[in-house]
């Protein structure tokens, strides 16, 4: 399994941006899928964006409720995996968890898609 470590979470206002890290202890490069899944209290955790690569290219896929304001990126020179969040809303507001799998899985949305998991960082967005 791969260790992964969320980092950048805080406190910002509506409309502002935030840039979550996820540092993996194997090379990202090697990695097929890495995601972004999030958590309110009392609710199920709910995916936000994955990203798959390959040899020969790469796909990223996001949420209805993200899509156009959040990125998902790696830098495989740091072996990080990226969330850029912009026009963050408050009800963006949770705890987010970065996650990966990596052997090839068409699927990518749910829980069970993905085998490695950090421990997440706290989003809070003021309206």
């Not at 979470?9 to 540092?23: E, I, N």
């Not at 202890?25 to 097929?32: E, G």
Request: charge should be neutral.
């Amino acid at each position: 399994q791969v260790q992964l470590v969320e980092s950048g979470g805080g406190t910002v206002q509506a409309g502002k941006s935030l840039r979550l890290s996820c540092s993996a202890s194997k090379p990202t490069a090697s990695i097929y899928m890495v995601g972004w899944f999030r958590q309110t209290p009392g609710k199920e955790r709910e995916w936000v964006a994955a990203h798959k690569e390959w040899s020969s290219g790469d796909s990223s896929y996001y949420s209805d409720s993200v899509e156009g304001r959040f990125s998902i990126s790696r830098d495989n020179a740091k072996n990080m995996v990226i969330l850029q969040m912009d026009s963050l809303k408050p009800e963006d507001t949770a705890v987010y968890y970065c996650a990966s799998r990596e052997s090839y899985s068409a699927a990518y949305r749910y829980i069970h898609n993905y085998d490695s998991w950090g421990q997440g960082t706290q989003v809070t967005v003021s309206s």
